[in-house]
């Protein structure tokens, strides 16, 4: 089975309100990496974390090891952050996994 | 910001054709991957390489094959392509082992085969 699950798969937000996208992994991953997709079809490293928390701007992600789970945290959304996003991991068989993605719409 | 270049960015074929995929990175990363993003699936690794000759099988390799020809050039081939191989493919290089390196990604190249 996948060893990435991420949630949801799609997330609509109003403009200026929040939310968190989650994945959880099946085995133990030495980090973790968070993209997004843009409308260009382009793909923006946002953070990468071997442990810990990690803020950029409006965007937040933590990553437990040993809870096996990564979070992405969006505050104040803006119609820019649309897109899809992906997290991906990588254990110790040095292969990097995808999650599925979640597809994310900002409105008005 | 490192500098990763895929070409073409668009590509149609017919069951088959032969196709070449080209990617260069400019920032002396050893490792370069080629990635496929199919709906649904999220993006799943085809090849890697940690360097200029060496080539390593990803998870779905079927049907591909890649060269590293120099520390900055990776190539993804499709000898005999297929409808199924119809997706979108990424590039990535990295300065260090998968989980030990940030990626960075191509613009993307569209593979249609009809």
């Known amino acids: 089975g996948d060893q990435v699950e991420q949630s949801p798969s799609a997330l609509s937000l109003h403009e200026g309100t929040g939310s968190a996208l989650r994945c959880n992994f099946t085995t133990t991953m030495r980090a973790v990496q968070w993209f997004r997709k843009n409308s260009r079809g382009s793909l923006i490293n946002l953070f990468y974390?071997?442990?810990g928390t990690k803020e950029n701007g409006r965007l937040k992600s933590a990553f437990d090891s040993k809870e096996r789970y990564s979070t992405l945290h969006i505050r104040d959304a803006q119609l820019e952050d649309s897109g899809t996003y992906f997290c991906?991991?990588?254990?110790?068989?040095?292969?990097?996994?995808f999650g599925h993605g979640t597809i994310l719409r900002v409105h008005p | 910001e490192a500098a990763v270049t895929q070409s073409p960015r668009n590509k149609v074929t017919v069951t088959g054709g032969n196709v070449t995929l080209s990617c260069r990175q400019t920032?002396?990363?050893?490792?370069m991957y080629w990635y496929r993003q199919d709906t649904g699936h999220g993006l799943r690794l085809i090849h890697y390489?940690?360097?200029?000759?060496?080539?390593q099988i990803g998870d779905v390799p079927d049907g591909y094959k890649a060269t590293r020809t120099t520390q900055e050039d990776f190539f993804l081939l499709l000898e005999l392509a297929s409808p199924s191989q119809t997706s979108l493919y990424f590039c990535?290089?990295?300065?260090?082992?998968?989980?030990?390196?940030?990626?960075?990604f191509g613009e993307g190249s569209k593979l249609t085969v009809l």
């Open positions: 974390l071997a442990s």
């Open positions: 991906a991991a990588g254990a110790n068989t040095g292969k990097l996994t």
């Open positions: 920032n002396s990363h050893n490792y």
């Open positions: 390489s940690y360097g200029a000759g060496n080539l």
């Open positions: 990535a290089s990295s300065d260090g082992g998968e989980n030990t390196g940030q990626l960075y």
